[in-house]
């Protein structure tokens, strides 16, 4: 019997050492992560949680941050806000993370919001709608540029180029109709008038229809497209197809990355749109600020996930710096400590521009942090900022 | 009338497509009576195993060739390992396993191929042609014509060999089909093995204008499966008629009336066909047997 | 006679058990988040159970019910100024009326034409909610307000257990009542067959539209709590993939068991939860899992787990 | 005065007239067979008169009232019950709720007091449980109450739809091969019963292959080939009418009639 007993006892011991020890192993600080990473939104997730799973181990092999190793636990909510929700309870609740960075989309933050808000653990989300940060909630942070400052970028462009009716194209999904939203509501500022509104869903295969009656419509001067995924691609292959090269044609910075160029072929030629400098890494003058941060990160991020980079990794690389600039400052894991701290980020230079957060303004990120580009030859173009 | 011709033919492209994913439905239901729900994941095989092909440096034709064999592979282990150990199994039972494999195919497909968009190149170019005023793609007459040209063989195999006739004596019934000899084994096979080919070959055809991703399987088997029902569960023909209607539906919805609302419409339509023809457009009208 | 009112009381004090003992064994307040989901999910899917598995209709377009439920304790509170306990019950009047007016035409059709009928009334609904954002919030959701009842704030993962736990103690008393009712035969016997059900006099069109509505009612009220407990809802939880979702956990669970739409529920919630560490495999294991499951247990989990217990039983 | 009263029913699929222009009536306590080759249009009629398909001509009539058209569930209430020849028991039902199906039009049936299972819904249940036993005891499955309805055997199925039938308590019975898969004593055993309903002052009409079941216990006979009347009237009369001797009995089927 008492052998019995004896190998119980040392399997139960395992067990338990199994079970608690890796938490307590070394000194480590829980990061956080839910991630689209399959699903319809998997283009953003997949390069977030690359970039993430890459950088940390960068951090960790160089020492990690204020004496301790990075702990990441990223969870995949294939696009369901509500499996989001629950990966946020169980961030909050069961892996007690310090922080959290993600969130790939608009609907999975907004699920996920009330969670962190209420635990008070810093969030910061790689969602691409202003209602994620307007109003400000106390935890809840955001790196990529607003849906609202795109469509700024590109009237103020269309406002150069005197064009000032314009006809709108909208993805159904959560990205497209929060942006035509924006754009609608900026769109008397600047004087910019909308002559027709058509949509498509985040799955179609051929937007003819849809571009055919804007063609038919008098007086469009410029067609603006939000949208992510592989809707742009078509809606712009269906625009040559069409013949309505003349009119111009913006895309939006849901297309940032260079397979949208692959998938659209010649068709994406003279097609403008709003990015980050990432972009355009190689091509920004030497004295630029973001130069060097930008071209180290695609140089990395296209060496290890052998696919060209997108701005969608560059904002899980910016939340991830920032919150380790964070914990560095506050030289303490308590997430309070970490979310003054991230709000009190200044001159943050990242992927997306540089950052300046303050109470007010949970993003940081003005207008100059967008570049335009246009699409010539397969390749992107810097177009000169406005004099 | 040149707008006309633009929504029309784009809607007979997209058509062209529920139509072979609605056959691919058809052909499966008629030998096995199994609704496969895996059925738009043989478009997605076709796409995407394609695209990797061709991308490692094989040409084109036989990239598309090994894609097909691939999707039928697929077909083939489906039958053997789920749908065949489950015979007799309810219905829904055999819907949910389908369901099962469409899940278990997509996440098979993420990790071995991997998450972002493919296109194919055009078959003969991107430079449009011009038809009555309407600018057509030129891969748009590869999808139709290619999707004619499976009809009619499909139509041939159907009425003039002895599998097809087999295939068609055991849709009709299958205990008196095993009576008189026919192997209704083989004849699922078959249906199976056909069914994927017929999917990955609208796949390839139809990549070069839609592009493919790991995932686009489950709206094209959810649009095929209402094409299907439309035109009539178990008829060929009505599955072609399904799938083109529905494209020219949502084609004209969009482009007639709203783009918002236009696979609202395309259901609304079916429901009021339904609700009017309950087999469907082109069912048979079964007589209850008591 | 006895033994069968017994047996749905002492299934109940099972459930009732399991639901009051679960907590001493959680670790964290993540597992009442997932048990909750469980109850939740559970409870749409005994409602999903009275018409497939006890009146053999199938719905392919069943959250949109939960749909409605869930938007109406968003908007109720949000653009009218109902407050969310009242608007639960609107939302279940007004997915009684819809299945109503719905369901009349629709069940007519048998089978496979049922199922697109009702995958394309779920899809109308789950475009309807995308669309008008307005009022919905569009593709992104919108926040629901907090239960509040006399005063008292529902928050926190474990409040949100013991109402959930709840609200499923009441759904499977309901669902287990009609076995033993002349409703509840009439049920089963159109499930069996159709002309002899008509032939004993049922008038089948009723008796189906019963069922669709008793069923859009559960699932109505599975959607107005969620919503609740997650403080948020969005247009998936009125999707084709969710109605699908929910068809698997009562095939899975076993059609016609009030117990196998639970535990249908539970493993369908619980699995993405424990397939994460299988990382990018997770939905090549769920996939297999489901059609394991399905070829060795056609029946679902509780019905074949029943007979093997029966059959150990004898001698 | 005749419960039951079809007159001149047309029905045709595609084409083919399956019935054409068939009469028949029944009265209180009689029992009238229905005898023909197999396609005569027996049990086409039998889906006509108790509304599962609708007619393209004629009229019946129930209790003096005409029902054509009506759906079976209408028919039911108004007193018409009916067996099948392809079995149509609730497999996944036990023995007893098949037969308490049949007495549903005896029940009150209210969707919320059933949800909620109200004392009154328990009490009604205990009674439509008596009757549903009283039944099956009747036709000798009392034993057989609590068994899956899906694991009788052939003969037991066919007695279980008499029951279920009988549990409406109707006032026109019709049986559609009740007899057939029977052996001998279970044959003997039907008999009885439907003479006994009989007696008790049902219409019972009968579509039947056992010639000797037939020739004993009808009171009349109707005569269908190809799906129309060929003659009508006593076992005696029929089986005397050279026609039905030529079209339908044979020499066999004669002298088997000639010996019951």
Known sequence: MKPISAALCLVVAGAVAALGGPARAQQTVKIGSVLSVSGPASFLGDPEDKTLRMYVDKINAAGGVAGNKIELVIYDDGGDANKARTFATRLIEDDKVVAMIGGSTTGTTMAMLPVFEGAEVPFISLGGAIEIIDPVSKYVFKTPHTDKMACEKIFEDLKQRALTKIALIAGTDGFGSSMRVQCTLAAPKYGIQIVTEETYGPRDSDMTAQLTKIKNTAGVQAVVNTG??????????????????????????????????????????????????????DKLPDNDPQKKIVVDYKATYEATAKQPVSTFGGHAYDGLYILVDAIKRANSTDPKKIRDEIEKTKGFVGTGGIVNMSPTDHLGLDLSAFRMLEIKGGDWILMAPKS | MSEFVQFLMSGLTVGAVYALVALGFTLVYTASDVVNFAQGEFVMLGGMVTVFMAALGVPLPVAALIAVAAAVCVGLLLYWLAIAPSRGASPVTLIIITIGASILLRGAAQVLFDKQFHKLPSFSGDVPVNLLGAAVQPQSFWVIGGTALIVLLLYLFMERTVLGKALRATAANRLAARLVGINTTTVMTLAFGGSAAIGAIGGILVTPITLTSYDVGTLLALKGFAAAMLGGMGNPLGAVMGGILLGLLESFGAGYLSSTYKDGIAFVVILVVLVAMPQGLFGRRSVERV | MAWLSDRRAATLLVFAVIIAALPLVFPSGYYYRVAALVFVSGFAAIGLNVLMGQAGQVSLGHAGFFGIGGYAVAIGPAHLGIAPWAATPIGAVLSAALAYVVGRPILRLKGHYLAIATL????????????????????????????????????????????????????????????????????????????????????????????????????????????????????????????????????????????????????LVTLPQLLTVFQEYENVMLGLIIIVSMIFMRDGVVPTAARLLARRGQP | MSVLKATDIMLAFGGVKAID???????????????????????????????????????VELAGEDVTGLPPDRLAARGLSRTFQNLQIFQRMTVLENVMVGRHLRERCNLFADLLRLPSVTRQNRATRDAARAQLEAVGLGTSADKLAGSLDYGACKRLEIARALAAEPKVLLLDEPAAGCNAVETRDIDELICRVAAQGLAVVLVEHDMRLVMKISHRILVLDRGRPLADGTPREVRDNPAVLAAYLGSHGAREAGRA
């Open chain 1, 228 to 281: 992510f995924g592989q809707g742009p691609a078509i809606v712009t292959r269906n625009y040559a197809q069409l013949g309505m090269g003349a009119v111009p044609l913006y895309q939006s910075h849901g297309v940032a990355s260079k397979s949208f160029i692959e998938l659209a072929g010649p068709a994406a030629d003279g097609v403008r749109l709003p990015a980050a400098a990432l972009l355009v890494a």
């Open chain 4, 21 to 59: 222009a068939v009469s028949f009536s029944v009265a209180a306590g009689e029992i009238l067979s229905i005898i023909g080759p197999n396609g005569a249009g027996k049990t086409t009629l039998f889906n006509v008169v108790s509304g599962v398909y609708r007619s393209d001509e004629g009229r």
């Open chain 3, 120 to 267: 394309g009334f779920g899809m109308l609904v789950a475009l309807v909610i995308t669309t008008e954002s307005r009022w919905t919030g569009g593709p992104d959701g919108m926040p629901v307000a907090k239960l509040v009842l006399f005063g008292w704030r529902a928050t926190g993962a474990s409040t949100w257990y013991w109402i959930s736990g709840a609200v499923l103690l009441i759904g499977a008393w309901i669902a287990l009542n009609l076995a033993e009712t002349p409703t509840g035969r009439a049920f089963r016997a159109l499930h069996d067959s159709e002309v002899a059900a008509r032939v004993a006099g049922i008038d089948v069109a009723r008796v189906k539209l019963q069922a669709f509505v008793v069923a859009a009612v559960y699932a109505s009220l599975a959607g107005s709590l969620l919503a609740m407990m997650n403080g948020f809802i969005n247009p998936d939880q009125a999707g084709f993939l969710h109605s699908v979702e929910l068809v698997t956990m009562v095939v899975l669970g076993g059609l016609g068991s009030v117990a196998g739409a639970i535990v249908g529920a539970a493993v």
